[in-house]
């Protein structure tokens, strides 16, 4: 059988999702406890690599199995081997083809940035302080620019092993919630640390460093080098994953207020 699950996680303490070794990561952590629950060993598949440091509010893996287990042992039995910064929310059988990976229509993620001058005790790892003036408006006006299909060449990391810098961008916006600016982004396709670079960049623009026309030159220009710096890690939230509906994959909220808005 297959069965997919959805996993929320605090990225702060790991090395991403990807196992590595006996690193600490999301995929260790969460093939450990399943296989605890299955009485053998289990690989989970993820929507999307997160990096060290990355969050996920609605990460989506599969894992397959001869074992038959209802959904309550499944969850409430991984949960209770998994550290408190790991929770499994969603649990079902799935039909055979499908896959958590290349099964996904689209990707969602949140940029959360605490714009204000003091910094937080709180969610020091939880969002990227911006202690000077930004424009959210001015942002999201430059944003827009990276709707649809191009080359995001100019927002991949040197070291993105993609075999092609196109990517169709089907929402973006940037929006001030009193002293949270967060950045919402829809593609059909993330490049490695684009939504970061793209954060970085638009931070450029937000402090008044450069007109918004500037994001459009750098799509355009295709140069890397040219663009924004890579904006921390501990501010990106994988946010959702969409599916085609007749794998029944559940859109689930966050529960922080500041990512659900």
Known sequence: ?????????????????????????????????LSFVANHPVKATAAGRTDAGVHACAQVLHIETDVRRDTHAWLFGANSRLPSDISLRWCSPVADDFHARFSARSRSYRYVILNRPLRSGLWRNRCTWVCQPIDAARMDEAAQALLGEHDFAAFRAAGCQARTSVRQVQKIDVRRHDDLVVLEITANGFLHNMVRIIAGSLLRIGRGEHPGAWLQELLSGGDRRASGATAPAHGLYLSAVHYPQRYAIPRLDAADSFLVT
């Open 1 to 33: 059988m297959k069965f997919a699950f959805i996993v929320e996680y605090d990225g702060s303490d790991y090395r991403g999702w990807q196992r590595q070794g006996e690193a600490r990561t999301v995929q260790r952590e969460i093939e450990n406890a």
